[in-house]
């Protein structure tokens, strides 16, 4: 059984940090790339970043240059550093791991597990 466990939510102000972790137990952690995604109340959920096998990460323009995603291999761990937080940034974030090499990261169907999500509000 497959689990992902998102932590590290809460209240910040802007311009402000969290850091988020993804625990993943029941999978070969290091031959699932990463995801990470949010969804604020009445959008759709959205792409933020995601890192793969080999450690290459790639971001959602909306983000780049403030958050950075990293995993531990040796943890079953993924991360989500945010910095310089938005208020635009409030939204429940997920990870998602996935194991196939076909599909666009940036969209939720390619992504085989997704955790339960974690809340994130930003204080204008």
């Known amino acids: 059984q497959v689990h992902l466990v998102e932590s590290g939510g809460g209240l910040a102000q802007a311009g402000g940090s969290l850091r988020l972790s993804c625990a993943a137990s029941?999978?070969?952690?290091?031959?699932?790339?990463m995801g990470w995604f949010r969804q604020a109340p009445g959008k759709e959920r959205e792409f933020v970043g995601a890192?793969?096998?080999?450690?290459?990460?790639r971001y959602h323009d909306s983000v780049k240059g403030r958050f950075t995603i990293a995993r531990d291999n040796a943890k079953n761990m993924a991360y989500l550093q945010m910095n310089s937080l938005k208020f635009e940034d409030t939204a429940v974030y997920y990870c998602?791991?996935?194991?196939?090499?076909?599909?666009?990261?940036?969209?939720?169907?390619?992504?085989?597990?997704w955790g339960q999500g974690t809340q994130v509000t930003v204080s204008a």
């Open positions: 998602a791991a996935r194991n196939r090499l076909s599909g666009s990261y940036y969209y939720t169907a390619p992504y085989d597990y």
């Open positions: 029941g999978v070969s952690f290091s031959w699932y790339a």
């Open positions: 890192i793969d096998w080999t450690g290459g990460d």
